[in-house]
């Protein structure tokens, strides 16, 4: 099994990109950590401390068990994440620690600056975990791989790499999203439609009811075609 670090600039990031296969992961017993660049403060309806609720309940929706799903706060400020020395440091810590071997981050293209800054800072900070001597905490790193999601403020279809399956994590998906009760329910609830058609569209693409899309920069390898779906 793997260690799985998913980064997002704001909590909801992670589950409305991939919280299918977030939740497919813990089923298949995969140690997933969700970091949470920001606590996504302030919005109009919500608060730091409902926003830390609905993320923790969100988490626990998309947990397996006896394979919890687990949540950190890195806590950078919203709206104004840059691109810097420390936070590449900090998110290195955090892979350091969670030994991850896989990282998850959100696509590079976007309208929201945090999600540009934390995809930049997530990337270099892939590399900032496998050097030595230097102040980090934590052992030297490599993760073997970094995958980005999307879950982006463009009006624009992805072009994904790949797609994995989510038809049996689907619901669980979309209940993790409605978690977010003061971002996704009692407003702009329409975006819940929108990601469910999407995840529906691109299960159609593979042959199955619903599919979550990624995008890697690094080949991936085919050891057979009895993985593939037809």
Known sequence: MANILVIGPHPDDQEAGMG?????????????????????????????????AEAAAAAEILSAPGRPVRRRLLGLPNRVVEHTIEARHAVAGVIREHRAQVLFVPFFEDAHPDHRAVTRIAEDARFDAKLTKTDMPGEPIYPRWLFYYYATHLRWVPNPSFLIDISDHLEAKLRAIRAYETQFVRANAHVVDWIEQGSRYFGSRMGVAAAEPFFTKEPLGLTGLAGLAV
């Open 20 to 52: 299918g296969t977030v939740a497919r992961l813990a089923a298949e017993g995969h140690d997933v950590l969700l970091l949470d660049v920001t606590n996504g403060e302030p919005t109009p309806l919500g608060d730091p401390e409902t926003r830390a």
